[in-house]
């Protein structure tokens, strides 16, 4: 944890082994089982343990937070390294989101992430800093080559977040469960860290 006057601790079972990502107005924290287990039960239980308002309007993509039947209670959710976060925003101490990094890069050095912002929040700029946030993690990362994101198939604010953070759109592609998407991209020698 930084010192940073806006910071708050966070109580987990894990507290130091996994590392949070500070933005000018963010802390993007990683999130445990402990965390799942409490959303899954209730939005307040996970307001209590992390100490912040929930809004209302937040997860957009509750599927994003299931816990696998074979997971044991002490397993990681994802790799330490890449993992998901809840985006919280320490002067307010609220949570206005959340992203991951969906698994380790690839043999290319490829990595994707995912993020979603409580409507609450919306076009206040939270989202293209928490996911600038991630990129500059991402390529703090020697093995990261280049990182992708995907979007519906049509022109939205996600596209622009994407846009602002450097992303150019490089396919439309088919994905099973949402059909047409599109995917965009940062290669590592055209990324500028904010």
């Given at each position: 944890?930084?010192?940073h006057t806006n910071?708050?601790?966070?109580?987990?079972r894990?507290d130091?082994?996994?590392k949070?990502?500070?933005?000018?107005?963010?802390?993007?924290?990683?999130?445990?089982?402990?965390?799942?287990?409490a959303?899954?039960?209730n939005?307040s239980e996970?307001?209590a343990?992390?100490?912040?308002?929930v809004?209302d309007?937040?997860?957009?993509?509750?599927?994003a937070?299931?816990?696998s039947?074979?997971?044991?209670?002490e397993?990681?959710?994802?790799?330490?390294?890449?993992q998901?976060y809840?985006?919280?925003?320490?002067?307010d101490r609220?949570?206005v989101?959340?992203?991951?990094f969906k698994g380790?890069?690839?043999?290319?050095?490829?990595?994707?992430i995912?993020?979603?912002i409580a409507?609450?929040?919306w076009k206040r700029?939270l989202?293209?800093e928490?996911?600038q946030?991630?990129m500059d993690y991402?390529?703090?990362?020697e093995?990261?080559r280049?990182?992708?994101a995907?979007?519906?198939?049509?022109r939205?604010a996600s596209n622009r977040?994407?846009?602002?953070?450097?992303?150019k759109f490089?396919?439309?592609v088919?994905?099973?469960e949402e059909?047409?998407?599109?995917?965009?991209?940062i290669?590592?020698?055209?990324?500028?860290?904010?």
């Open positions: 944890m930084s010192s910071d708050f601790h966070h109580p987990t894990h130091t082994v996994k949070m990502i500070q933005t000018p107005n963010l802390q993007l924290f990683p999130f445990e089982r402990i965390h799942v287990e959303l899954l039960c939005k996970l307001a343990l992390l100490q912040v308002t809004p309007g937040w997860p957009h993509f509750p599927e937070f299931s816990l039947a074979h997971e044991s209670p397993s990681n959710l994802l790799e330490a390294d890449w998901g809840f985006f919280l925003h320490p002067k609220v949570l989101g959340n992203g991951a380790p890069p690839d043999d290319s050095g490829t990595i994707e995912g993020y979603e409507s609450e929040y700029g989202a293209t928490a996911v946030g991630m991402a390529f703090s990362h093995e990261v280049a990182v992708i995907h979007t519906l198939a049509q939205n977040v994407l846009q602002k953070v450097g992303m490089i396919a439309e088919n994905d099973p059909g047409k998407i599109w995917r965009w991209q290669r590592r020698d055209e990324y500028h860290p904010a």
